[in-house]
């Protein structure tokens, strides 16, 4: 039962950074999935795979980790690299790439 503590990376559907700053503690799967042979859906037993905790910090999650006696794993964090794109840069006369339709 090996937990993984990560911070999720922003929704790409959304300018916005809501729960984006918040460490979640997640289990790592112990079964693998089985596929029903009747409906063909896919399911497990390991009730431990639907546990989502959430933190405010990296070491509040640590912490709770170690009082219960959970061995974990820390993602690393991937600040996102912003891109600058202006718009009036695809009219340029120097693209690199000739717009043509």
Do not use: C
Not at 54 to 71: C, K, M, Q, S, V
Not at 77 to 98: A, G, L
């Amino acid at each position: 039962m090996v937990a993984r503590i990560y911070r999720p990376a922003r929704n790409a559907m959304q300018s916005g950074k809501g729960k984006s700053q918040d460490w979640t503690l997640v289990f790592e799967p112990e079964q693998p999935r089985s596929i029903d042979p009747l409906m063909g859906y896919t399911s497990s037993s390991d009730m431990k795979q639907q546990v989502k905790l959430r933190f405010d910090t990296l070491e509040e999650a640590e912490n709770y980790a170690r009082r219960e006696g959970i061995p974990y794993v820390v993602q690393p964090v991937q600040e996102p690299t912003i891109k600058k794109v202006s718009y009036p840069d695809n009219f340029r006369y120097d693209r690199k790439v000739p717009w043509t339709h």
